[in-house]
């Protein structure tokens, strides 16, 4: 089945530095590339996604960029604020379908 | 945005037990998704249900089964409560329009004492 590998667990920056955070998945059929940011007792909320037929995504300070052939897509996040501390989370899609497997999560600490 | 409503938001139950919880959307979407999140991990996928059908499971025990009823309500019954079944469960529908975007309600919190 899907396996999603998510890296760094932490990962703490100064505010206005740029944080990534990667992911590999193993499923060459997944077409559907999600991330959620999910503040401390809240529910996991989209901040971007990516489609297999698409390279680069980008909203403002975030983007997401996905290489098909290696198998792995990357949060950028630029200018972060402290705000943006907080856990985020890739998916992949299980092959074509609605299904997401999620990665163990990066906690991301911006410091003031 | 999408309402999700789940219910309860906490409960303590011991072991051996059987629990329910309860999903609503505000937009009575025909496709509902539950999902398991234990402390400092992601979501694992349970299983997902298209017009109070089964569609796909995760790998979980038969004692997780689940319900979605005519108005597309949904329920997530366990039995046989385990320690290790103590985790923050997340139901969660399309966001609709096709892109593939799951709007997750604010989740149940169950622990199992």
């Known amino acids: 089945g899907e396996n999603v590998e998510q890296h760094p667990s932490t990962l703490s920056v100064q505010e206005g530095d740029s944080a990534v955070i990667k992911c590999t998945y193993s499923d060459s059929a997944s077409n559907y590339f999600p991330w959620y940011k999910q503040e401390l007792g809240k529910r996991p909320q989209l901040i971007i996604d990516i489609r297999s037929n698409v390279g680069e995504k980008k909203d403002q300070r975030i983007a997401v960029t996905l290489n098909k052939t290696a198998k792995h897509f990357s949060l950028h996040i630029t200018e972060t604020q402290p705000e943006d501390s907080a856990v985020y989370f890739c998916a992949a899609s299980l092959g074509g379908s609605e299904k997401l497997v999620f990665g163990k999560g990066t906690k991301l600490t911006v410091n003031p | 945005e999408t309402g999700v409503t789940q219910s309860p938001t906490h409960l303590i139950k011991t072991r051996g037990q059987q629990v329910t919880l309860r999903c609503s959307s505000q937009?009575?979407?025909?496709?509902v998704s539950w999902y398991q999140q234990a402390l400092g991990q992601g979501p694992q996928f349970i299983f997902q249900?298209?017009?109070?059908?089964?569609?796909g499971r995760g790998n979980f025990p038969p004692r997780f089964s689940g319900l979605q009823f005519p108005n597309y309500s949904s329920e997530l019954n366990v039995n046989a409560l385990e320690l290790d079944d103590s985790a923050l469960y997340l139901c969660a529908t399309p966001a609709g329009g096709n892109t593939g975007e799951l709007f997750f309600g604010e989740g149940s919190r169950l622990t199992v004492l």
């Open positions: 937009s009575g979407h025909n496709t």
């Open positions: 249900y298209y017009r109070e059908e089964e569609n």
